[in-house]
């Protein structure tokens, strides 16, 4: 079937969920969990385990983090612990090696913006798109100045995210903020230099495609030209999904402008109408007042059969870690029954979905598919089972026009 | 050709999938998609069954075009080429996944944790082609443009090369221990890297990079990918032999082809590399006949269908530099000189053909000597070596090709994506099995293995402080 003939149904449950997959889970000390498997954290298995377990759950989808530096419990760079998980593989190919062992969950790695090429990352995520056959996204990321040095292209001051307040970090900020935008908007205009139906095959005239329909982007910014057309032929989707983490007003507003999917970490139900209601405004202040846009909630969660044994768990996994558990994110110790309750309440704030952290993997994402989600379908606000369609559609995302297909194009193009 | 002496060599065999170029024939009834997985699967997994070593990808960065335009005779559009490659791990067993993958618009750190990673994620079969590039209208799409001068471009990827194994070898084997009862993930905190020490450190510094921090990701079970080059020149050929594992050969003729290979293991030697640890694998094609007769019919069929009148000019430009759409393709070649200084007509595909002015008086020579019309010349100058008969004189001639030292293998294409190679696997695979020539299952846990090639884990003095 020709990709632009594809027509996927809405999905009708308002609430989605996502479930973010970073190592062995988000607690510092999940690593050392009876059932967590540290050592097969480097292999295929562990990763497609993991997402196989998230679509048994029918959760829309999966986002991967990545780094282009190691963890660490400092911001500047390494801490030299040798006590936490450290390492990782690139998200991208992760997801990209899962995606023919799927075929309804949405793969969203990470992929950073500041020192790697958009040409790259556009191509990358389509391919993901083309492989996955519409399931693919993009988890936007910045790097941080230590990064600068794995590349040593770019010359950064004396920039310490330790001292947030210090000279330079708000400039640094704004500066890779300013960059990620362009870099997703020459991502988004690779995606439609190909129109859909470029490939056009004909062999009476001898050509393959029809090259009115393939078109440079021409981009020029601060950072970067790029001049296009991209080398992949449009993705499934059109626009894979565009997703990003925001912890305030700078990256709201990009996400306002750019995103699909706005990941927030508000701490309570007056923190959510709060954070709903600036970004709302950004959007209206960028035009996109009618641009379905989704902005969800990121919680870590430590679940279990009651409350004390939940509590339990969080206490042995602190003492082990050696401290407390803080986290960017709300944290959410409990049943899973009491999850739904407050996701609940604060989807009625304002919120259209969570990316749920686990605390410890396999357990707090078993504990999602097993328990959460039977709760939520129990209260008739989670699908029964996955329709046929693709991620955007899954979120009431349309699939976008071509901004550069022309209308009323001849019949026949100029050869 | 004389029968050999020494033990029979097994033949190296990749498949490659045709896509950008006019190998492929896309408007035949059997052309499937260059783009769907479903073909890579198809064509990976057919592979496998004929017990291939790798599967390999080509790359181009920027859409080729023809006096400015995009050029549309020949497939158009292809795939990033790490993630196809990562998902087909996902539906193959043994099989290499080998890219190529630029060192003049990637970084080491982000090229060097995707091969690693892909490495980790097939279980140790991934490779690297490594092609270097000075191209300014590709660097259009890239942060630094057409940066880099031709000159120069030996010289960055060789530090990038440099760069990519100090980065594969900061982890040690051993670094995470995972030990949940004691509570210790990494084995100790400093590494071997160099630099300021801790896990993943390293510094490099050279006249294209400036680099030093922490590499993410742990060593990968072939330690370092299987790294492929081309290399003609003799700077070229210097440059291979020092880095890569295996060595594109273009010659296709058997006298050629034994010279260069004479010549790779003297250079190989000379660079102190063990015996067996460069081989050569030219890219080859086949067409198979129930008869002989049947077979060359075939053949003379495809290589008119891939090099139509249009496609014999165009062809010919990429030399000419000049437009000649005006030449009669039956008729002789153009009677004007190429103008290899003037702007480019052709831009985006790479130029086999260095000094057009003594390539031309070749051709010409060339075309005279054998009464080729200007079709029949590109016919044969931009063919692929072939491989040509029935099944048994096709596995008797890869067989005689390598067993006399012409290579050590193949890369081989078809001009049907993605059913070309059945054919090949159902028919010339059991017979070169039956000889010897070739594995009837896979030995190795690795493509390096596959390959029988050294383990590469580095001895202090392959990391000199720069």
């Known amino acids: ?415 | 050709m004389t029968e050999p002496a020494q033990p029979r060599k097994r033949i190296i065999l990749g498949a490659f999938l045709s896509g950008v170029n006019h190998h492929t024939l896309w408007s035949a009834p059997q052309a499937g998609s260059q783009i769907a997985f479903s073909s890579f699967r198809h064509l990976a997994r057919t592979a496998e069954r004929g017990r291939f070593d790798f599967f390999f990808l080509a790359e181009g960065l920027a859409l080729r075009e023809r006096l400015g335009r995009v050029f549309d005779q020949d497939v158009v559009g292809r795939p990033d080429t790490l993630p196809v490659l990562a998902a087909l791990a996902a539906v193959t067993e043994h099989l290499g996944l080998v890219g190529t993958l630029n060192t003049t618009f990637n970084e080491p750190y982000e090229l060097a944790r995707q091969l690693s990673s892909l490495d980790h994620l097939s279980g140790g079969r991934a490779g690297w082609n490594v092609v270097t590039s000075f191209d300014a209208f590709t660097g259009q799409n890239f942060r630094r443009g057409g940066y880099l001068h031709r000159d120069d471009r030996y010289v960055r990827a060789d530090e990038f090369l440099a760069a990519t194994h100090r980065l594969w070898d900061t982890w040690a084997k051993d670094a995470i221990v995972a030990d949940k009862e004691t509570g210790r993930f990494l084995n100790r905190s400093d590494g071997d890297g160099g630099g300021d020490g801790g896990v993943g450190a390293f510094a490099f510094a050279g006249e294209q990079f400036d680099i030093s921090g922490h590499f993410t990701t742990p060593r990968s079970p072939q330690g370092r990918p299987v790294i492929l080059q081309a290399g003609v020149s003799p700077g070229g050929r210097d440059f291979a032999v020092r880095r890569s594992d295996a060595i594109f050969s273009p010659f296709h003729h058997l006298d050629e082809a034994r010279e260069f290979y004479r010549d790779i293991q003297r250079r190989a030697a000379r660079a102190g590399r063990p015996p067996g640890a460069v081989k050569v694998l030219p890219s080859a094609s086949f067409v198979l006949g129930d008869s002989e007769a049947d077979a060359v019919e075939r053949h003379r069929h495809i290589a008119r269908q891939q090099v139509t009148g249009r496609t014999a000019q165009i062809l010919l430009e990429t030399v000419w530099n000049r437009d000649l759409s005006g030449y009669d393709p039956d008729g002789p070649l153009p009677d004007i000189d190429p103008d290899p200084d003037g702007p480019p007509v052709i831009e985006g595909r790479a130029r086999i053909h260095q000094d057009a002015h003594r390539t031309v008086a070749e051709w010409r020579q060339l075309a005279e000597a054998n009464g080729y019309s200007l079709r029949d010349l590109a016919i044969h100058v931009f063919g692929r070596t072939e491989f040509v008969g029935t099944p048994q004189q096709v596995a008797d001639q890869l067989d005689a090709f390598v067993q006399n030292d012409g290579s050590d293998g193949f890369i081989l294409g078809s001009h049907l994506t993605p059913t070309g190679l059945d054919e090949f696997v159902d028919r010339v695979v059991p017979l070169l099995q039956e000889r010897g020539a070739l594995r009837t299952e896979y030995t190795g846990a690795t493509l390096r293995e596959n390959l029988g090639l050294p383990d590469p884990t580095p001895t202090p003095a392959q990391h000199p402080t720069p």
Request: charged share 25%; aromatic share 8%.
């Open chain 1, 1 to 415: 079937m020709p990709r632009s003939s594809v027509s996927f149904p809405g999905s009708s449950y308002p609430l989605h969920l996502a479930v973010a997959l970073d190592g062995v889970g988000w607690h510092p000390a999940a690593w050392r969990e009876q059932r967590a498997r540290p050592d097969a954290l480097f292999t295929a298995r562990y990763w497609a385990d993991l997402v196989a377990t998230a679509e048994s759950g029918l959760l829309d989808f999966v986002t991967i983090e990545d780094s282009l530096s190691l963890q660490s419990t400092l911001p500047d760079g390494p801490d030299g612990r040798i006590d936490r998980v450290r390492g990782r593989l690139d998200a991208v190919l992760i997801a990209s090696r899962v995606a023919p062992l799927t075929r309804h969950i949405g793969l969203v790695p990470t992929a950073t913006t500041t020192h790697t090429e958009p040409f790259h990352i556009a191509k990358a995520i389509a391919t993901l798109d083309h492989v996955s056959e519409g399931r693919a996204g993009w988890r936007v990321q910045v790097s941080r100045p230590a990064e600068n040095r794995h590349f040593g292209r770019r010359e950064v001051g004396p920039v310490s995210l330790t001292a947030p307040e210090g000279p330079g970090v708000r400039a640094y900020v704004e500066e890779h903020f300013a960059e990620a935008e362009d870099f997703v908007e020459v991502a988004r205009r690779l995606w439609d230099s190909w129109e859909d139906d470029a490939e056009i095959r004909d062999a009476a005239t001898g050509r393959f495609v029809d090259r009115a329909r393939l078109h440079t982007i021409d981009f020029e910014g601060r950072w970067f030209r790029v001049r296009g057309p991209g080398i992949v032929p449009r993705p499934p989707q059109g626009q894979p999904l565009v997703t990003l983490l925001a912890h305030g007003s700078l990256p709201y507003r990009l996400g306002a402008r750019s995103a699909d999917v706005i990941y927030t970490t508000p701490h309570d139900e007056d923190d959510v109408r709060a954070v709903v209601a600036e970004i709302r405004a950004a959007q209206e202040e960028a035009g996109r007042a009618d641009t379905t846009l989704h902005v969800f909630a990121d919680v870590v969660v430590l679940l279990g059969e009651t409350r004390a044994a939940a509590e339990e768990r969080a206490a042995r996994l602190a003492e082990r870690a050696g401290e407390p558990f803080t986290s960017d994110a709300p944290i959410f110790v409990g049943t899973a029954s009491a999850l739904a309750d407050t996701l609940l309440e604060w989807q009625r704030a304002g919120l259209t979905g969570y990316r749920l952290r686990p605390a410890v993997l396999p357990d707090d994402l078993e504990a999602v598919v097993g328990a959460l989600v039977p709760e939520l379908r129990r209260r008739g606000v989670f699908r029964g089972s996955y329709a046929p369609e693709s991620l955007r559609a899954r979120l009431g995302l349309p699939r976008p026009a071509n901004r550069y297909a022309t209308a009323n194009r001849p019949a026949t193009a100029a050869r």
